[in-house]
Nanobody
Framework: QVQLVESGGGLVQAGGSLRLSCAASGRTFSSYAMGWFRQAPGKERERVAGISWSGASTYYADSVKGRFTISRDNAKNTVSLQMNSLKLEDTAVYYC?????????????????WGQGTQVTVSS
C-alpha cells in the first residue's frame, strides 16, 4: 500500500514557475514508476510527465517538454515536478500516481495509487 500526498500548487502568473512535490508512504517507493497527471475542467486526465523506478528514464507530454522537469528522490520517498514558463493552459488539478512497474505507463488505468491532487492556476 502506498499513500501519496501532493503539495506546492497555487496561483501563479503566466511565465512563472511552481514546484510540485509528492510525498509517498511505504518502504517500497523505489520499486514504483511514478507519473504526474493533470485534469482541467471538462477534459480527461492526462499524463504530463513520468519517471522510471530508478529515475534514469523520464518522459514528457509534448505540451510540457522543455518547460517541466520530473525528478525523484528514493531516499526521501518523494517525486517532484518543476514547472517553468507556465501558460494559461497549464491550469488544472495535478495528481501524482504510482504504478507497480519499472517504467511509467501513459494510461491512467495502469496506475495503482493516486494522490488527492493539488490545484495549479495560471493567470494572465
Amino acid at each position: 500500500q502506498v499513500q501519496l500526498v501532493e503539495s506546492g500548487g497555487g496561483l501563479v502568473q503566466a511565465g512563472g514557475s511552481l514546484r510540485l512535490s509528492c510525498a509517498a508512504s511505504g518502504r517500497t517507493f523505489s520499486s514504483y514508476a511514478m507519473g504526474w497527471f493533470r485534469q482541467a475542467p471538462g477534459k480527461e486526465r492526462e499524463r504530463v510527465a513520468g519517471i522510471s523506478w530508478s529515475g534514469a528514464s523520464t518522459y514528457y507530454a509534448d505540451s510540457v517538454k522543455g518547460r517541466f522537469t520530473i525528478s525523484r528522490d528514493n531516499a526521501k520517498n518523494t517525486v517532484s515536478l518543476q514547472m517553468n514558463s507556465l501558460k494559461l493552459e497549464d491550469t488544472a488539478v495535478y495528481y501524482c500516481a504510482a504504478a507497480t512497474v519499472a517504467f511509467p505507463p501513459i494510461a491512467t488505468k495502469n496506475y495503482d495509487y493516486w494522490g488527492q491532487g493539488t490545484q495549479v492556476t495560471v493567470s494572465s
